[in-house]
């Protein structure tokens, strides 16, 4: 069974960095494609950017272009969020899934899987 494994969260003051790590103890990620999610409190959970399984395609959502990068090492089992210039509204929980669909803008993909816990990231100062 597909289980997808967030981590790199943290706290971050406005206009920082930080890293997320997807993995997979379970199954082989570069076989999907797989996207980022994240959710505030009180919002619905919103996809913010994807990438195909041969690493030729991603797509971001507008509120996140030209911050963040997702990226994927296959040789690793890792998928990758890079994130820069964070802002105070970034502030969510963070979750990969692998998914299927159409690429590219939200919500025309799904997820494959269930959802993990995910990684809080918090930008304040």
């Known amino acids: 069974q597909l289980q997808l494994v967030e981590s790199g969260g943290g706290l971050v003051q406005p206009g920082g960095s930080l890293k997320l790590s997807c993995t997979a103890s379970?199954?082989?990620?570069?076989?999907?494609?797989i996207a980022w999610f994240r959710q505030s409190p009180g919002q619905e959970r919103e996809g913010i950017g994807c990438?195909?399984?041969?690493?030729?395609?991603?797509y971001y959502q507008n509120s996140v272009k030209g911050r963040f990068t997702i990226s994927r090492d296959n040789a690793k089992n890792t998928v990758y969020l890079q994130m820069n210039s964070l802002k105070p509204e970034d502030t969510a929980v963070y979750l990969c899934?692998?998914?299927?669909?159409?690429?590219?803008?939200?919500?025309?993909?799904?997820?494959?899987?269930?959802w993990g816990q995910g990684t809080q990231v918090t930008v304040s100062s």
């Open positions: 990438i195909s399984s041969n690493d030729r395609f991603t």
């Open positions: 899934n692998a998914v299927s669909g159409r690429l590219g803008k939200y919500p025309n993909y799904y997820e494959l899987s269930g």
């Open positions: 379970s199954a082989t990620l570069s076989a999907y494609p």
